[in-house]
């Protein structure tokens, strides 16, 4: 079974950065595309990135110019670097992995903060 664990989360000032790290096992990484997600407190989860085999990169739109997705295939690892970080990226973040009609797989989240 494919499994999906988080870190790099943490409390950082506005303004800050931070990296998240998606480490991969028991898949065949370099066929999946990798999302990061989000969930903030009394919200629905929202698509923040992803990133297919191929290296085709999207964003949504209030992250765009700040946050970059990549991933390595060697290492079997995404990430997610976020830069000028704002209030209203506070949200527990998850990494998901997709292809075709394989049931996705989700990590455990890490909690992001951003507060001064």
């Known amino acids: 079974q494919g499994q999906l664990v988080e870190s790099g989360g943490g409390l950082v000032q506005p303004g800050g950065s931070l990296r998240l790290s998606c480490v991969t096992s028991?898949?065949?990484?370099?066929?999946?595309?990798i999302n990061w997600y989000r969930q903030a407190p009394g919200g629905q989860r929202e698509l923040v990135a992803s990133?297919?085999?191929?290296?085709?990169?999207n964003y949504m739109d209030s992250v765009k110019g700040r946050f970059t997705i990549g991933r390595d295939n060697v290492k079997k690892e995404a990430h997610l670097q976020m830069n000028s970080l704002k209030s209203e990226d506070t949200a527990v973040y998850y990494c998901?992995?997709?292809?075709?009609?394989?049931?996705?797989?989700w990590g455990q989240g890490t909690q992001v903060t951003v507060s001064s």
């Open positions: 998901n992995a997709e292809y075709g009609d394989r049931a996705p797989l």
């Open positions: 028991g898949i065949t990484f370099p066929i999946y595309t």
């Open positions: 990133i297919t085999g191929s290296r085709i990169t």
